[in-house]
């Protein structure tokens, strides 16, 4: 069983006046959440901040990115043993914003998601077409083409590594990413379903340990219907994660759901 998980990317966005209103919150108000994990990826600058405040709470933090180099001369790189050095757990790597920008091709990504691994850090591995791969028919083959230069990439110490840190894979369509429309339930669970395929590939006991959340305008008023499809496991928030009010009703609206099914199967087998 799959522990749902939903990651909140903060992107550009924050101060520490805010922060610390918003985390106040997250900290009170999901107290509660046993089934759901929480993750917030909050801009470098932030990460000693988030752990002053969230230290003896549930929910985990973690950084939008990290360098591939490890140390040396690259101005302005933050490394993975730096993050991990803020009490993170969590990296997000492969996001569409990073991987526009020219700066994160496949090989790069990769890189990031070794020294996450080798410095403690679970990497929130992102995989997605573009609306062109999707009219053109290509959007399982650009997604299987991201997600196997990350398998094939791993030889067996770092693959047992991903499976120890249980790696997450987004699967975020770049055409619903900041949009108004989110991707349809049958594109999201379709997608899902092949990524486990493609996981099972390499490994039938990672594939089925392995939580593929999905992200691209997630909201209140969609999210029942997209993160409780039978292999979702959650969702990448962006937009969202920054309202308090949202992010505190979609992991409670999760939490519920989690409680149905658990008492539904209790009634069936008493
Ligand atoms: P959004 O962003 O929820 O604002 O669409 C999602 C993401 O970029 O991960």
């Known amino acids: 069983m799959r522990k749902k998980i939903l990651v909140g990317n903060w992107k550009l966005q924050g101060s520490l006046a805010i922060n610390q209103l918003i985390l106040n919150r997250f900290k009170a108000e999901l107290a509660h959440l046993f089934d759901v994990d929480v993750v917030v990826c909050v801009p470098y600058i932030y990460l000693f901040q988030v752990q002053e405040l969230l230290k003896d709470s549930n929910i985990a933090w973690g950084a939008q990115n990290i360098s591939q180099y490890q140390e040396g001369p690259h101005t302005s790189c933050i490394s993975a043993n730096m993050v991990a050095e803020s009490g993170a757990s969590y990296t997000i790597i492969g996001h569409s914003e990073r991987r ?46 991201q997600l196997l230069n990350l398998i094939q990439g791993l030889d067996d110490a ?39 395929f493609i996981l099972a590939e390499r490994d039938q006991q990672f594939a089925e340990q392995t939580r593929i959340i999905y992200g691209g305008s997630v909201s209140l008023s969609n999210s029942n219907k997209l993160l409780n499809l039978a292999d979702v496991d959650g969702g990448l928030l962006g937009r969202s994660s920054f309202v308090a009010d949202d992010l505190i009703s979609i992991c409670s609206d999760m939490q519920k759901y989690i409680d149905k099914g658990n008492l539904q199967s209790y009634l069936c087998a008493s």
């Open 100 to 145: 526009a920008l020219k700066l994160e091709n496949s090989r790069v990504a990769l890189k990031r998601v070794l020294n996450a691994l080798n410095a403690g850090l679970t990497p929130i591995f992102c995989v997605g077409e573009t609306l062109d791969d999707r009219e053109n028919g290509l959007a399982e083959l650009v997604v299987k083409n």
């Open 158 to 196: 770092n693959f047992n590594l991903a499976k120890k840190l249980n790696i997450v894979i987004a699967y975020e369509p770049v055409w619903a990413i900041g949009a108004k429309q989110s991707a349809s339930a049958n594109i999201v669970q379709a997608m899902h379903q092949l990524i486990r």
